[in-house]
């Protein structure tokens, strides 16, 4: 039998990267999928992809706002009845520049997106889940919510506070047989990381890359399917008796 056979995921960020890999292999595992995303293009873009694979629609819907959120929750229950799973992942990088160069605007914007998101995600999904007296929350950190990283402090304070967050909303769901868990790759290969290389040294990306790999004990970036097949874990039966849990793939990176 499939791992996830019969159940509902809600996945924000879900039209690219690390969010788009994980909605395949969830619908590979049998489950019913529901992408959130921005931009209407790039979840046509995805829907489109995916829906060979199963079970699959797609909500426009800005995380940051809380009648979007309000959305996307009801349009996966009206559809599907239930949601089992949320893979709330939705995020952005900021500007790169040290904290004397970051704006208020732009430290807005990414706790906006970053730690506003995810509470409104818990605080609109937990309900579904704590009637139904089961389900998995799987929201997406970073390497940064364990330890600094110069020229990104808006992205690392954001990444700091969902570990608050997961560990908040884990004690309080418990009760309901409801699990949260967060999840810290280090960089990994997709469009974020890109635009964080040229952030650093533009022009010299590459470089910047080929530096940062280096950083890493195992030596490289993480792949997207590398943080799925985590997330497929944790959103399984096979990690009922996990919560309020910091999961590190990070290549070793904050062992250092």
Sequence with gaps: MKRLSGKTAVITGGANGIGKYTAELFLQEGANVVIVDLFDDV????????????????VQADVSKEEDVKTYVEKAVSKFGRIDIFFNNAGIEGKVAPIVDQSV??????????????????????????????????????VAGFIGSPGVAP???????????????????????????????SPVNTRMMRSLEEGMNPGHGEEVKEAMSKTIPLGRYGESDDIAKL????????????????YRIDGGMAAQ
């Design 43 to 58: 979840l046509e873009e995805a829907t489109g992809a995916l829906e060979q694979f199963g079970s699959i629609i797609a």
């Design 105 to 142: 605007e732009d430290f807005d914007h990414v706790q906006a997106v970053n730690v506003r998101g995810v509470f409104l995600g818990l605080k609109h999904v937990l309900p579904v889940m704590m009637k139904q007296k089961s389900g998995s929350i799987i929201n997406t950190s970073s």
């Design 231 to 246: 997330v497929l874990f944790l959103a399984s039966d096979d990690s009922t008796f996990i919560t309020g849990s910091q």
């Design 155 to 185: 992205y690392v304070t954001s990444k700091h506070a969902v570990i608050g967050l997961t560990k908040t909303a884990a004690i309080e769901a418990a009760p309901s047989s409801v699990r949260v868990n967060s999840i810290h790759p």
